[in-house]
């Protein structure tokens, strides 16, 4: 008979299922503080429930959304800085939403990483709760994956999943026409895309995340976290005011890729760069890296993240209302015949 070989444990394998129930515990109350109309119950079961009649729809149409932050993940890691990233998380998905034309309602998180350390653990989903509280969507549940051998030297990863509604024959785009308004909202630095690039250009640079910002205030590291801008209510108020057309989310591909995605066959968008100033980030980026205006645009939101395409008998009371809601405005052109985006002017 051979010689029983010694025990092992899950936790001497690297899994602390200790750690993850702490961790449960703790983020429960962020979580409940996001539970809107239509929640039905807390964290902890095997699934969520949501009730769409109590969230107030008659005939809804369900619209999802899934996400990450990409490699602007490799900063909030190697800063340890991690307390927005979930805003990010949450602003990837919904801000996608809301384009289609639905109101967020809940969001689910996964949360993979080597090692589960539960303060760090808590923070980024503490940004998510907040993240969800400030786009009106429940924290319904998630998943904490503790990966040993997978993820290493206090690597993480994040995944986020929205689901929205409208009522049937809300959806967006619709109606888009040449001579409807192009109206720009204003972004909050870099937000989640372009990061390998951001990052390669400061590695030539030589900078430290801990240096201060060239193109501003406070530390590099910093700077190129601003949490991506959650542009949910605003949006949402527009749309139930009247007149909105479309509404383009401006990630990766930046005004040139995104913006062509809400509008038919046949048309295009004439854009004016004159009609906003370049964030000092973009310019920095632009100057350290040796892009033109064309990458610039085509890679990065160059400080537009949602653009709006508004009937013109609209416009102006969109632009007053957003206005008043906190959101920065530009009158960024038009749609017009043909197919793409056509630029004027130059970025400054």
């Known amino acids: 008979m051979s010689e029983r070989k010694p025990g092992l444990t899950y936790s001497q394998a690297g899994v602390d299922i200790d750690a993850g129930n702490a961790l449960v515990e703790r983020i429960k109350p962020a979580a ?15 699934g969520a429930l949501f009730d769409l009649k109590a969230a107030g729809y008659a005939d809804p149409i369900l619209v999802a959304a899934t996400d990450g932050v990409g490699t602007k993940l490799r900063i909030a890691i190697d800063t340890g800085r991690v307390d927005t990233i979930g805003i990010d998380l949450v602003a990837m998905c919904v801000n996608d939403l809301v384009c289609q034309g639905a109101e967020p309602l809940f969001f689910l998180d996964y949360f993979a990483t080597g090692k589960l350390e539960v303060e760090q653990a808590a923070r980024i989903v503490e940004g998510i709760a907040q993240g969800c509280a400030a786009s009106g ?10 990966m040993p ?19 049937r024959g809300a959806d967006l785009p619709a109606n888009v026409a040449a001579g409807d308004v192009l109206l ?7 937000h989640s895309n372009g990061y390998s690039l951001v990052r390669r250009i400061v590695e030539r640079t030589g ?11 406070g530390l590099l590291g910093d700077a190129l976290l601003a949490p991506t801008r959650l542009y949910v209510r605003p949006v949402l108020e527009v749309m139930r005011r009247g007149g909105l057309h479309g509404a383009a989310h401006i990630t990766g591909g930046g005004i040139t890729e995104n913006l062509p995605r809400v509008l038919p066959e046949g048309l295009g968008a004439e854009v004016d760069l004159g009609a906003w100033a370049l964030p000092p980030v973009f310019g920095w980026l632009a100057a350290e890296g040796g892009l033109d205006q064309a990458e610039l645009l085509k890679t990065f939101n160059a400080g537009i993240g949602m653009i709006l395409v508004v009937a013109p008998e609209d416009a102006e009371a969109a632009a007053a209302l957003l206005t008043e809601m906190g959101e920065r405005v530009a009158r960024l052109g038009q749609v017009v015949a043909g ?10």
């Open 339 to 348: 197919q793409g985006v056509r630029y004027s002017g130059v970025l400054s």
């Open 137 to 146: 969507a429940a924290l319904v549940g998630g998943e904490t994956a503790e």
């Open 184 to 190: 720009g909202l204003a972004s909050d630095g870099v």
């Open 32 to 46: 409940k503080a996001t539970a809107r109309p239509g929640t039905m119950a807390g964290l902890g079961g095997f």
């Open 149 to 167: 051998g997978m993820y290493h030297g206090g690597d993480f990863d994040l995944a986020g999943f929205a689901v929205g509604a409208m009522e």
């Open 207 to 217: 900078l430290s995340w801990d240096d201060p910002a060239p193109f501003g205030d």
